[in-house]
């Protein structure tokens, strides 16, 4: 008869809701594994001990997690997933307190619950969230070439609802970082992870916090970067790539200086030619008016010309052995460059060879792997730099040559110019002698 009576009162659980006072629902959050209790209050106060009271959840098939009837537990229609997690106050039924004890919460029972007491033709509503959250995990993905900065990875699995990441400095300000990564896996729990790049501070201290607003948790976790590992990407390549240009630049302006005096030394040559077809004619007309020191002074013209033509061809020379040892060290350059790419490139190998392990370090193990991996690439770029001082010392010294060539050169055609017009003047003078 009894069970006819439950049974009867259980249909009216399940159909008999239109006729029935209903209490505004009330929220509340528990953790996974903590014990929780579903607050369900009799107004106005009353002795519970021989009501029945149900409490289900809609969504469930059997929908009841726990039902009292008589004064005992009723387990033949209880859910199985929550035997043996749920219960009643007795000594507070007597004071119209039919709160539901749930322990060992599970993610499983989130969600609405009903209390209905079936004597009063009330129920009763309570939403259950339960959250769960773990502890984030800070570890070094790389170096940003660009701005020297180290980038940081932080990730952190399990939780529920859908968690945010957030990177701050040492003062509590947030770091501008990109859109976190959000997925959920099969068992509805969300993974979330973050980079950020970092660059070098007066503290160097950051922090990687995973929080849930609606569960009212966070997790932190703190993590300072050593100053050496804010490497600086060695510039000298920018001088001496400028150097070696503007080497280049002067050689070709050398070079066409060069060829504008041959041109011109083709038209000289000429112009004695006509010089001495005049100097025939006018021979001619004064009867070898000309003594045998003109001769001589012309033989003393012509050698000076040689050996001008000589240095000039010489001078050549020296500008393409330059053009050469610029060559060699732009040569230089290009191996020096390509061997620093390698350090970079076996630096950002070896930290990712360590990365997988350091989830399973501690932070001081974390440092002193990174320690040594910085320490043997700041050594071979020091060696670097130092092949990179001589050799842009080598180029000053090519420049410095090059100068000096080109100081020459106009010096000496300065002097013969000179010596040029004096000559002529001389000639110019015996001719008038002779003549008279």
Not at 150 to 156: A, P, Q, T
Not at 175 to 187: C, H, M, V
């Amino acid at each position: 008869m009894s069970d006819l009576v439950l049974g009867f009162l259980l249909l009216m659980f399940s159909c008999k809701a239109s006729s029935q006072e209903i209490a505004p629902s009330l929220t509340v959050r528990a953790m996974v594994g903590d014990d929780t209790v579903l607050p369900c209050h009799l107004k106005p106060p009353k002795d519970a001990t021989q009501m029945t009271v149900a409490w289900g959840k809609p969504d469930l098939e059997p929908r009841f997690v726990f039902v009292r009837h008589g004064g005992k537990e009723h387990l033949v229609d209880q859910n199985p997933a929550y035997k043996g997690r749920t219960s009643l106050s007795a000594d507070k039924l007597k004071d119209g307190d039919v709160s539901l004890r749930l322990s060992d919460v599970r993610h499983s029972d989130n969600g609405r619950y009903r209390c209905y007491i079936p004597e009063e033709e009330k129920e009763y509503f309570v939403e259950l969230l339960v959250g769960s959250a773990s502890s984030a995990g800070i570890s070094l993905a790389g170096l940003d070439e660009g701005s020297s900065g180290v980038v940081l990875d932080c990730k952190s699995t399990g939780w529920f609802p859908e968690p945010q990441l957030l990177w701050l400095d040492r003062e509590g300000n947030v770091l501008p970082a990109g859109p976190p990564e959000t997925s959920r896996g099969p068992d509805g729990l969300y993974s979330v992870s973050s980079r950020v790049t970092v660059e070098k501070r007066h503290n160097n201290n950051f922090t990687c916090r995973v929080q849930q607003k609606d569960i009212n948790q966070s997790r932190e976790t703190h993590v300072h970067v050593p100053d050496d590992f804010f490497v600086v990407r060695s510039n000298c390549s920018v001088p001496v790539s400028l150097t070696v240009v503007l080497c280049f630049i002067l050689i070709v302006a050398v070079v066409v200086f060069v060829w504008k005096w041959r041109q011109r030394k083709v038209s000289t040559k000429k112009q004695p030619d006509n010089d001495n077809e005049e100097q025939r004619q006018l021979m001619a007309e004064i009867k070898d008016g000309l003594t045998e020191k003109r001769f001589k002074r012309e033989e003393e013209l012509l050698k000076i010309n040689t050996k001008y033509e000589e240095s000039l061809d010489q001078t050549t020379d020296a500008f393409m052995k330059i053009k050469d040892e610029l060559e060699e060290l732009k040569k230089e350059h290009s191996v020096l460059k390509q061997e620093e790419d390698n350090i970079i490139a076996e630096t950002e190998k070896k930290i990712k060879e360590v990365e997988h392990e350091v989830k399973k370090m501690k932070e001081a193990e974390i440092y002193k792997k990174l320690k040594e991996i910085m320490t043997e690439q700041k050594w071979k770029l020091d060696e670097k730099n130092k092949k990179h001082e001589k050799l842009e010392l080598n180029t000053d010294k090519i420049i410095q040559r090059t100068l000096g060539e080109v100081n020459r050169l106009k010096e000496s055609k300065q002097r013969r110019e000179s010596n040029k017009e004096t000559e002529e003047q001389q000639l110019q003078q015996k001719e008038t002698k002779g003549n008279i």
